[in-house]
């Protein structure tokens, strides 16, 4: 069992190290590029939300709490507030939401 656990970590950090240091080594010039650059542009964007959106909706005891939360948070981003505005009242919805389905 040992064994295996050193020969688990041994192969998660040659991957972990490759993947930082490949496109160090492979690309030397800058990337002129449009589509590719526009195409790394957008990476962490979607990276970003492929992690959060699925842990929203885990994240409340009910499905309709996350969902009128993330509305909340949708709208309000669409709407260009600040980061704290839209944390703060999708919070807020989620709480309130949560509250009222608790005592019906």
Do not use: D, H, Q
């Not at 656990?5 to 990337?31: D, E, S």
């Not at 542009?41 to 992690?51: D, E, G, K, N, R």
């Not at 409340?60 to 009128?68: F, H, M, Q």
């Amino acid at each position: 069992m040992i064994k295996n656990f050193w020969i688990y970590l041994a192969c998660a950090t040659l991957i972990t190290y490759l993947i930082r240091m490949l496109p160090i080594v492979l690309v030397k010039k800058k990337i002129k590029n449009k589509f590719l650059l526009s195409f790394l542009y957008y990476i962490p964007y979607a990276v970003l939300s492929v992690m959060t959106i699925p842990a929203i909706f885990y994240a409340t005891s009910y499905k309709i709490s996350a969902i009128v939360g993330f509305l909340i948070a949708l709208i309000l981003a669409y709407k260009e507030k600040s980061l704290v505005t839209v944390a703060f009242f999708s919070c807020l919805a989620v709480f309130l939401c949560e509250t009222i389905i608790k005592f019906i």
